[in-house]
Nanobody, 117 residues
Framework: QVRLVESGGGLVQPGGSLRLSCAAS????????MGWYRQAPGKGRELVAT???????NYAESVKGRFTISRDNAKNTVYLQMNSLKSDDTAVHYC???????????WGQGTQVTVSS
């Protein structure tokens, strides 16, 4: 079983920055995709960004140019640097991982990001 533990959420003013981290532990066999999704109150869960082992990245249009995803394969850790935060970014952010061979999917418990003055 794979466990994902997020950290780095919190309260920030509009225009501010936060950095989320997610460390994977447990029975890890070649994690393929890692990434972040988010869910705002009253809305469905949506993609924020994903990153392959190769470093290839994919971003939601709403965060392009503001957020940067990165990963450390040796540490099975993924990061999300969030700059120029807006109130619309307020949501619970979930870490995501998918195994390379089995395609099993794993989710973290979520970390709250609140953007407010």
């Amino acid at each position: 079983q794979v466990r994902l533990v997020e950290s780095g959420g919190g309260l920030v003013q509009p225009g501010g920055s936060l950095r989320l981290s997610c460390a994977a532990s447990g029975t890890i066999f070649n994690i393929g995709v890692m990434g972040w999704y988010r869910q705002a109150p009253g809305k469905g869960r949506e993609l924020v960004a994903t990153i392959m082992r190769s470093g290839w990245t994919n971003y939601a249009e709403s965060v392009k140019g503001r957020f940067t995803i990165s990963r450390d394969n040796a540490k099975n850790t993924v990061y999300l640097q969030m700059n120029s935060l807006k109130s619309d970014d307020t949501a619970v952010h979930y870490c995501y991982a998918r195994a390379l061979v089995s395609s099993d999917e794993y989710w973290g418990q979520g970390t709250q990001v609140t953007v407010s003055s």
